[in-house]
C-alpha cells in the first residue's frame, strides 16, 4: 500500500489550495484518513480527520477555514484550505489507518508535501 500525496505549493496569504491525497495497492477498506503537519523543531500535529463514514475532526486552528473530504471508491482524502495564514505554513503529510488488506490491517503515512503562505 502506498499514499500519494499532492497539491503543496507557494501561495499567498488569504489563498487556497488543495491537497489529495490517494492510497493505492490491493486495499478492501480504510478506518479513517487524516492530515497532519509539521514545521522544523515542532511535533506532528493532527491537522483533520474523517471516519469511512463521514465524521470530522479539525484542529482548533484551522475550523472555519480547512475542510477535509475522502471518495471512498478511490481512498482518496482531500484537504480544502481556504483563507490561508503564514503559520499555515508546513510540510502536510496524510495518514490511513486501519488499512484492510489482504495481509492484515494496517496504519500508512504518505510522503509530506510542502505548503508555504508567503506574501
Known amino acids: 500500500v502506498q499514499l500519494q500525496a499532492s497539491g503543496g505549493g507557494l501561495v499567498q496569504p488569504g489563498g487556497s489550495l488543495r491537497l489529495s491525497c490517494a492510497a493505492s495497492?490491493?486495499?478492501?477498506?480504510?478506518?479513517?484518513m487524516s492530515w497532519y503537519r509539521q514545521v522544523p523543531g515542532k511535533q506532528r500535529e493532527l491537522v483533520a480527520a474523517i471516519t469511512s463514514g463521514g465524521s470530522t475532526n479539525y484542529a482548533d486552528s484551522v475550523k472555519g477555514r480547512f475542510t477535509i473530504s475522502r471518495d471512498n471508491a478511490k481512498n482518496t482524502v482531500y484537504l480544502q484550505m481556504n483563507s490561508l495564514k503564514p503559520e499555515d505554513t508546513a510540510v502536510y503529510y496524510c495518514?490511513?489507518?486501519?488499512?484492510?488488506?489482504?495481509?492484515?490491517?494496517?496504519?500508512?503515512w504518505g510522503q509530506g508535501t510542502l505548503v508555504t503562505v508567503s506574501s
Open positions: 495497492g490491493s486495499i478492501f477498506s480504510i478506518n479513517a
Open positions: 495518514s490511513a489507518v486501519g488499512v484492510l488488506t489482504t495481509r492484515g490491517r494496517y496504519d500508512y
